[in-house]
């Protein structure tokens, strides 16, 4: 008999989120079928279905997930560790895959950018096998991911942002290159940024200052490694650069950390920093985000600037690593703060876009 399952779709941008079934078909070479345990909306999904960002229609959204595995395909027989898969694990995967070799993968060791590289919850939905986005009960696992078995000791609150949230901030404080007793001023204190908090205070970090607009944001900052949190609307940008280079002595931020989505921040971010200094862009992902800045500051500054899109693989293990030694120091659990239904989605996605909640999970 054949098999359907239920995905959540929408049309276009901004229309009504559908639950409609599809046909599930057997696994095929290198595939792994998961019944969804969670999958959280990410700040991306949200400009995906807002139109801001580019995104295939009728769509499937939703790539920060984990499941049980239900049918493994040929050659598949162990995570990236080694460990052993079954059904039944409880699994987390890379939000990406890649087509195979390349020159970006297998030359410059950054598999993210393969040409082809493909997203799950960035598919149109009538693209074979259908199930390859978080709003559903099933998701294929396509080949060339990168699978991770997660331990018992993790509730699906902590798992779930792993593979998204977690190792993007694992990749973006690795690029910053954050060093035992650096000052951190991390924009923006939604989930990224408060991962990015803890992850620089694990680091060795002797000062991390939080910024962000929302006075319920900055408090968990505290709970999340930040020393000092400020709303950077309350003052003019020079009371803020002031403010911000005063607390870090000698002369400013050894490292700052763009993850608001703003682009406008950045020409403040620039002078948060001390000679030597590194800005890492992590949040302004969507196109068009334009910004003017005096390049002179660049060049007499000696300023490092990177970009983080993505992540490589060795960031995966590192966040789950990561939050299971620091799961009792930090409280990840709370970060995901709301939970719905598949037929609940539209007001999920509501009440994320509208930050009543931090972190929104759809639950199948």
Known sequence: MSRTGKAVVYDAPNQPFVVREYPLRPTRKGEVLVRISMSTICRSDIHSYQGHRPNPCPGVLGHEIIGIIEELGDGVERDMRGDTLA?????TWSEYFIPGANYYSDV???????????KYGHMAVDTDPHFHGGFAEYCYILPQSWILKLPDVLSDEEATPVNCGVATMIAVTEAAAIGMGDTVVVQGLGLL????????????????????????????????????????SA?????????????????????????????EVIPAGLQFLRIGGCYTLGGVVNPNSIVRFDANVLLRKLITLRGVHNYHPRH?????????ANRERFPFRDLVDGKYGLNEVGQAMHDAAERKVLRAAIVP
């Open 108 to 118: 410059l060791d950054i598999p993210q950018k393969s040409p082809g590289v493909d």
């Open 316 to 324: 995966l293990i590192q966040a789950l690593d990561f939050v299971v």
């Open 193 to 232: 940024g408060l991962y990015g908090c803890a992850i620089a205070r694990a680091r060795g970090a002797r000062l991390v200052i939080g910024l962000d607009t929302v006075a319920s944001r900055r408090e968990l900052g505290r709970r999340f490694g930040a020393d000092i949190t400020l709303d950077p």
């Open 235 to 263: 003052m003019d940008e020079v009371e803020l650069v002031k403010r911000v280079r005063e607390a870090c002595r000698p002369d400013g931020a050894d490292a700052v950390i763009e993850v608001c989505g703003y682009p």
């Open 87 to 91: 059904v039944g694990d409880r699994i």
